[in-house]
């Protein structure tokens, strides 16, 4: 598949880039992590040779079908080096320690094996106020084996959030509306490209391809090589 190629449709409708996307994942077995993607990728399941659905959050378990509910670190069910991709699409960003899931979809794909994720660039959303969270800030929380009952960033999100967005800059109903969903309200940390690609590039993951940008996120293509 050339990355290039998919690259000049990022200007085209979103069906034309999804069918390019999806190219990657031809007669392949492979793990989709969260809802996101489930209509983001509409003729997945088609393409590849087998999907695991997996999901922890109950409005998404409610509504779509999911093989596996679990945390997007823990793939207990799946063997080591026995998956061709992991998928996930703005999901790294509602993580308390992205690493943490990073190590944990490296150990479970197969050499050459690719990880797609989609991510919001900060600029883009309601986080734009908010300073970008430095691959320090990140390593730590590794090393600490933070998990998603971290509340660190909740106050700094209720803070900075757009006054377009729910709550409308009210510190108060911002709060509520962090405490009604906090899995999927929000963003324990914020990128932009360069950002993400030394998350991957520090977790040992290949990056063959220069981001994409396309409404809002950026799209990551990361390999496991042989070590």
Not at 56 to 84: G, K, M
Not at 194 to 206: P, R
């Amino acid at each position: 598949m050339n990355w290039a190629y998919l690259r000049s449709a990022v200007r085209k409708p979103s069906l034309i880039f999804s069918m390019h996307l999806l190219r990657f994942f031809e007669n392949k077995s492979g793990v989709i992590i969260g809802g996101r993607l489930r209509w983001h990728f509409k003729d997945l399941s088609r393409t590849v040779q087998k999907i695991i659905n997996v999901d922890n959050r109950p409005a998404d378990i409610a509504n779509h079908d999911v093989d596996y509910v679990t945390d997007a670190a823990n793939l207990f069910f799946v063997a080591e080096e026995s998956l061709d991709f992991i998928c996930s699409s703005h999901l790294l960003e509602h993580l308390a320690n992205p690493l943490k899931a990073i190590a944990e979809w490296k150990r479970v794909i197969k050499e050459g094996g690719i990880i797609y994720v989609g991510v919001p660039d900060k600029r883009h959303t309601f986080d734009h106020k908010r300073d970008r969270t430095p691959l320090s800030h990140l390593i730590d929380d590794f090393e600490k084996d933070v998990d998603q009952t971290d509340t660190t960033h909740i106050a700094e999100f209720i803070e900075k959030i757009n006054e377009n967005e729910p709550g409308d800059g009210n510190s108060e109903q911002s709060h509520g509306y962090v405490i009604e969903d906090p899995e999927s309200t929000v963003h324990h940390h914020v990128w932009i490209a360069d950002d993400v690609k030394e998350i991957f590039e520090y977790m040992g993951l290949a990056m063959p391809y220069k981001p994409i940008f396309r409404h809002g996120t950026i799209h990551i293509i990361a390999q496991k090589l042989k070590q």
